[in-house]
């Protein structure tokens, strides 16, 4: 006799969240979905997925139930506001926020959780849209090793099965995931400032980036990110917004942890110019934009 699959809730059906949810469904998972605003609700249920009115009803309805959504107070709000998911949690159920939040909230929530009966792991991801329309997401885990098994399943609808990584305990998935962003920012920051270099002195950057990609600075930055700069096409797969705010969380968590860090804080002032520029809807690798102003280039 076949087990039949869990039914999971999936909260947060954005650029991220839509396609995440998607990979879930076509897994076979038998998935209820709810989301602030009505549009994506209905393209999954037109797909298989059931709608639920309020995070508190997915609960309910969900024995896994993952959160997907922008920032730290939209989690606290979907988890633990009026009609949140722990009004609706039932004992051993697992909470999985794929979100990218403060660690010190993450661990709070997990508590409070365990408190109820549930466990929550905090996975946050790497590999934008991209990653998350094929399934080949990397995912940071913190918090019980035990829940992270049992949610292994649906987090390999979502990410390759070898970048599924247990970090350590409840928090260790986002401090992860803030050092993510940390390598990212100084990345961006160095790739763009090496395109500025080469069209200054002439030299095409694109060959640039065919030379750079057979050795030691090859980076999936340079491959996709390069790319994007030398096209200037700045669509979003990750909105500079969204890395703005992530940064922010890092660089709180640098300074809980007492760790200098002049390379991130450049790399945060570039992203803040594309912020005050009104930029921040943009992809983050325009980035290069700033750099290339600054030195005097057409953006």
């Known amino acids: ?155 390999e609808a979502m990410g390759r099965k070898d970048r599924i990584v247990h970090i350590g305990p409840s928090g260790a998935g986002q401090l992860a995931k803030a050092c993510n962003q940390l390598v990212l920012a100084a990345t961006l920051g160095g790739v763009s400032e090496a395109f500025a270099l080469a069209r200054k002195a002439g030299v095409d950057p694109a060959r640039v980036r065919e030379a750079l990609l057979g050795g030691f600075a090859y980076s999936r930055v340079l491959e996709v990110h390069g790319q994007r700069m030398l096209d200037r096409q700045y669509v979003p797969g990750f909105r500079a917004a969204l890395f703005d705010k992530d940064l922010r969380i890092a660089s709180a968590t640098l300074a809980e942890h007492h760790v200098p860090a002049p390379v991130s804080a450049a790399a945060q002032q570039l992203v803040g110019a594309m912020m005050a520029a009104g930029e921040g809807q943009d992809d983050y690798s325009a980035v290069a934009r700033v750099v290339f102003r600054l030195a005097g280039l057409d953006a």
């Open 1 to 155: 006799m076949v087990d039949t699959l869990p039914t999971v809730g999936f909260i947060g059906l954005g650029v991220m969240g839509r396609p995440m949810a998607r990979r879930v469904l076509a897994a076979g998972f038998p998935l209820v979905v709810h989301n602030r605003s009505r549009a994506p609700v209905d393209v999954l249920v037109e797909a298989g997925a059931e709608a639920a009115a309020s995070p508190a009803e997915v609960a309910r309805r969900a024995g896994i139930v993952i959160t997907m959504v922008p920032d730290t107070p939209d989690v606290e709000r979907v988890v633990a506001g009026p009609a949140g998911i722990f009004e609706g949690i039932r004992p051993g159920s697992v909470i999985v926020d794929m979100s990218t939040i403060a660690p010190s909230v993450a661990r709070r929530l997990a508590g409070e959780a365990q408190a109820r009966g549930a466990a929550m792991l905090d996975a946050p991801v790497s590999g934008g849209e991209i990653g998350a329309i094929e399934g080949t997401l990397s995912i940071m885990v913190g918090g019980d090793g035990a829940a992270l098994e049992r949610v292994r399943p649906v987090l």
